[in-house]
């Protein structure tokens, strides 16, 4: 079983503009789509369509049109796990150019009382610890078990909850693997807390590595363009080293760098029209996971994460790629010395 958590669940509104976004003035727009959205609902979206059943474990209001949203998709391999809170999700905006720009705006959500954070850490250990337990079809426990753990937190979660939801499921659930992938403060609060909070993967782009590394942005990305990812294996093996299992820093153009304690290695990224970067991040960690799941090797992982991350940046406004939309010309991955 793969099950992801959205703490800050979303119905994402994308609208795609025919030119140039004109900042002070009346834009027309193209199109306009709605879809669920949140992190960690994209991931298990992706992983759905790819024929990996996951559960979408989410704070939401019993009659909230997001749950709505999720069933309207129709896909028998994802499950929604709703945790009933009393806020409405919130409504994200994505506002995409033809040349790829895309710009959001993002609400910070309803936020969650105690007891609802109380209510959704016990929910989350509750359905791990019995899919951890139950047999399959000929009473086999599964192989594989992840727990992703994505995007923000929502108003009244603390900053290290991440970091207190690693520890939770360590001692709970012995031998699942953990996945967080969020940004800020959050990311800085579970980087504080290394190693006790060590999950066996994140997705840092290469501004957020820079911050956990305490390097300029700048020398990170500019020596990645120019083909100097040594910096970058540097910063993530650093990571690896105060305990986190694999550390994937998403690079852009220049491909995405994946270490960790058996070594390193760096993927080209596909050559696609980029029309939308919107689920590219989320659709590369469910890429990784995907061939984590099936036995891929630490290339085939970035490989993978590669192709799917691609696809989603080929594709319009916040739809997100299937098995069909992969790139034809996968990634070529090498490994560092």
Do not use: C, F
């Not at 099950?3 to 140039?20: A, C, E, F, I, Y």
């Not at 139950?134 to 991440?162: K, T």
Request: a negative charge; glycine letters at 10%.
């Amino acid at each position: 079983m793969i099950l992801t958590l959205t703490p800050n669940p979303s119905l994402d509104r994308t609208v795609t503009l025919p030119g140039p976004l004109q900042r002070g003035a009346v834009n027309r727009l193209s199109t306009v789509t709605v879809e669920p959205g949140g992190k960690g609902v994209n991931v298990a979206r992706v992983l759905a369509s790819s024929g990996q059943a996951a559960t979408a474990l989410l704070p939401a209001a019993a009659h909230d049109p997001l749950l709505a949203s999720i069933e309207a998709l129709g896909m028998a391999e994802l499950t929604a796990l709703p945790v009933q809170v009393s806020g409405a999700a919130r409504i994200n905006t994505a506002v995409t150019e033809p040349d790829g720009t895309t710009t959001k705006l993002n609400e910070p959500g309803a936020g969650l009382s105690r007891e609802e954070i109380s209510a959704v850490e016990q929910e989350l250990l509750a359905a791990l610890g019995a899919s951890a337990h139950d047999g399959g079809a000929a009473g086999r426990p599964e192989a594989h078990h992840w727990a992703i753990l994505s995007g923000s937190l929502p108003p009244g979660v603390p900053e290290d909850w991440y970091t207190r939801l690693v520890a939770l499921l360590r001692q709970a659930v012995p031998g699942l693997r953990i996945a967080v992938d969020t940004s800020d403060a959050p990311l800085a609060a579970l980087a504080a807390a290394l190693p006790e909070s060590a999950p066996d993967l994140i997705k840092p782009n290469g501004e957020e590595l820079a911050q956990l590394a305490g390097v300029g942005a700048s020398d990170l990305e500019e020596g990645a363009i120019n083909g100097d990812l040594e910096p970058v294996a540097a910063a993530a093996r650093a990571l690896v080293d105060l305990g986190i299992g694999a550390v994937m820093a998403t690079l852009g153009p220049a491909g995405a760098v994946l270490v960790t304690a058996q070594g390193a290695w760096h993927a080209t990224a596909p050559e696609v029209a980029v029309v939308s970067t919107v689920g590219a991040g989320d659709s590369s960690v469910a890429g990784y996971v995907l061939a984590e799941v099936r036995g891929g090797d630490e290339a085939e992982r970035l490989a993978t994460a590669m192709a799917y991350g691609s696809a989603a940046a080929s594709l319009p406004g916040t739809a997100l790629p299937t098995p069909a939309d992969l790139p034809a010309q996968p990634a070529v991955v090498v490994r560092l010395a």
